[in-house]
């Protein structure tokens, strides 16, 4: 089955910098990549997501780059502030699995003011 | 676009009762729902795959009958823990998809603290 390795387990930015998380997968029928920020308590919320017909999608200050070849895929955040501190989650799913999603194990990601 | 509900956020129970969540998609119709299982500081974990009008599909080490998962409507999935034990005590989330050609879009609820006592 699908494993997803997810680095680094923790990143402290300074405020105005970027912050890069980088995840793996196993399975080469993976096909949609989304990313997660969950806040304390709270349930995740999509960010970002990605499908294994582009390379790389940006919305604003977040882009999402795949590498399919290589079978990684990574978040970045441009211009960080204090309220992107979070936990972040990448996934992968495929119709093979039903599309179940498998998560990584996350990044806590703090932007110190 | 894409909310999801749950109900109730927050339950306190004693040993060996059931306790009931619920879960609605609320702009969308949603054919399948996941629910999940949060310890502290860990990822979440897929429990099971609730399909409308189906039975939920279980994944590996998921006790079925402690974990009843009830798919009535396109809108609506409710999981059921059955005499919960303190070793229960968790967050659970619930997700519902929306189907598009590359895969699902998977929309999360804001979880329901258990604890039970």
């Known amino acids: 089955g699908e494993n997803v390795e997810q680095h680094p387990s923790t990143l402290s930015v300074q405020e105005g910098d970027s912050a890069v998380i980088k995840c793996t997968y196993s399975?080469?029928?993976?096909?949609?990549f989304p990313w997660y920020k969950q806040e304390l308590g709270k349930g995740p919320q999509l960010i970002i997501d990605i499908r294994s017909n582009v390379g790389e999608k940006k919305d604003q200050r977040i882009a999402v780059t795949l590498n399919k070849t290589a079978k990684h895929f990574s978040l970045h955040i441009t211009e960080t502030q204090p309220e992107d501190s979070a936990v972040y989650f990448c996934?992968?799913?495929?119709?093979?699995?039903?599309?179940?999603?498998?998560f990584g194990s996350g990044t806590r990601l703090l932007v110190r003011p | 676009g894409a909310v999801v509900s749950q109900h109730p956020s927050r339950v306190i129970c004693k040993s060996g009762t059931s306790v009931k969540i619920e879960c609605r998609s609320l702009?969308?119709?949603?054919?399948?729902m996941f629910w999940y299982r949060q310890f502290p500081k860990q990822s979440l974990m897929l429990m099971a795959t609730?399909?409308?009008?189906?039975?939920?599909?279980?994944e590996q080490g998921v006790e079925k009958d402690k974990f009843l998962i009830n798919h009535a409507s396109l809108t609506l999935s409710t999981l059921t823990v059955t005499s919960a034990h303190p070793e229960d005590s968790s967050f659970y989330i619930c997700s519902a998809a929306r189907v598009e050609a590359l895969g699902n879009e998977q929309f999360f609820g804001p979880g329901t603290r258990l604890t039970v006592l």
């Open positions: 609730s399909n409308e009008g189906s039975k939920a599909t279980y």
């Open positions: 399975d080469s029928a993976s096909n949609y």
């Open positions: 996934a992968a799913s495929s119709a093979d699995s039903s599309y179940k999603l498998i």
């Open positions: 702009d969308f119709q949603a054919t399948t």
